[in-house]
Every structure is written in C-alpha cells, then in structure tokens.
C-alpha cells in the first residue's frame, strides 16, 4: 500500500468520525463525540502530513518532512480561523466532508498495472 493510498485511507476514516462527531452531538452528545473528534483529528492528521509529504518528489528526503510540516501546519491554522468564526463541530464536519471527498477521488483514481496483451 502506497502513502497515497494509506493517506486517503486515513482521510476517509477520519473525515466520517468528525462527520458522525457532528451527527451525535445533536443527536445525544455525551463522550463518544469526543472520542469522534479526536480519532478524526489524528486520523485526518496523519492524512494531511502524508499528502503534504506526497507534493514533493522523493529525491530530497529532508525537503519531503519539510514541506509535510509546513503544510499540516498550514491546514492546522486555517481550521483554527474558521473555529473562531463558526462552532468547532461544524467547521470539523465540513472538513471532514471535503477530506471524504478528496479521498474517495484518491482511492478511485489509484493507479493500477496494465493488463493485456500490451502491458509492460
């Protein structure tokens, strides 16, 4: 399993915890939307660092954690701004929408080895 995979994997997972973190908050609230919105932060975490990590090739292994960092911490600052303005679950539920949805695109368009009577 590539980092692309393993990144979308991580998205999708963690994009439906903060989507159902919002579901049960107005539905019965209690400790398991906690438990949501921390599985879906560490788990859209790992997502974000993994595709920061993906935007740079491999031949600079100190420019790919760079660029990893920078880029989860950019995602990071932008999710705390929209917070301030509008309440944490919804913010974290629409992120999460938008993670599910980058991720299923990810998953769908994965690149697999040619078959047939032309494939290398």
């Known amino acids: 399993m590539g980092l692309r995979v393993a990144a979308a ?3 999708l997972v963690g994009g439906l915890a903060w989507i159902s ?3 049960f908050d107005r539905a019965t609230g209690g400790t398991i939307v906690d438990v949501l919105t921390w ?14 990590a993906s935007l740079v090739s491999s031949s600079a292994f100190w420019l790919k954690i760079l660029v990893a960092c920078c880029f989860a911490v950019l995602v990071g600052s932008v999710l705390a ?11 974290y539920a629409a992120f999460g929408a938008v993670a599910l949805v980058v991720s299923v695109t990810v998953l769908l368009r994965v690149e697999r080895a040619p078959t047939g009577s032309h494939a290398r």
Do not use: Q, R, Y
Request: charged share 10%; proline share 0%.
């Open 9 to 11: 994997l991580c998205g």
């Open 21 to 23: 973190a919002l579901i």
């Open 39 to 52: 599985t879906g932060m560490f788990l859209l975490g790992v997502a974000t660092v993994s595709a920061g």
């Open 81 to 91: 701004l929209l917070s301030d303005s509008v309440e944490d679950l919804v913010v």
